[in-house]
């Protein structure tokens, strides 16, 4: 009776393992470029992702399947903030696309608990996306500058700090 939702479950399992992973990525690409704004959010957003594997991995040992650890996408190795912006933007479209499906589908066959829980995940994924479309949308307002402040106030983090301030 189960089985559909701990299939879907673990497809969910493999996309949100996808997800920290190219957050992650985008992390450290921005953090290496300067753009602490963005470094933050991507890290943070990737926590979010792994925290909702591990709530997803509870139901399906809950339904007494078996948790597949596999992402279903490789990492995309993309270094520019707009391209990354608009792929994260993108992959939650999708998720919450395919868990309001998933969601549908579970309450068909009576599992109201797995629709619940999907439900809730795409709460958390259309406030992601609305945080990566603003950022998208600050990029195209202001251009460089969006990019170039975000610079500016790292160097600025890293003078106060360094106590030459006194
Ligand atoms: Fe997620
Ligand atoms: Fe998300």
Not at 83 to 90: I, N, P, W
Request: net charge negative; glycine share 4%; with cysteine.
């Amino acid at each position: 009776m189960y089985e559909k939702s701990i299939e879907l479950l673990n497809q969910a399992v493999g996309d949100e393992l996808s997800a920290v992973h190219q957050y992650m990525y985008c992390h450290f690409q921005c953090d290496d470029q300067g753009y602490d704004l963005l470094a933050g959010l991507f890290k943070k957003t990737a926590i979010e992702e792994m925290m909702h594997i591990e709530k997803i991995a509870d139901r399906i040992l809950f339904l007494k399947g078996d948790v597949e650890l596999k992402a279903s996408q490789d990492v995309n190795k993309i270094h520019n903030v707009k391209d990354m912006l608009e792929l994260v933007s993108g992959m939650e479209q999708q998720s919450i696309k395919d868990y309001n499906n998933w969601a549908l589908a579970c309450a068909s066959h009576a599992d109201s608990a797995t629709r619940k829980l999907f439900e809730s995940l795409v709460e958390d994924e259309e406030r992601h996306y609305g945080q990566f479309a603003n950022e998208l949308e600050n990029l195209q307002k202001y251009g460089e500058h969006y990019l170039a402040l975000q610079s500016i106030e790292r160097s600025k983090n890293t003078f106060m700090q360094s106590g030459t301030t006194k």
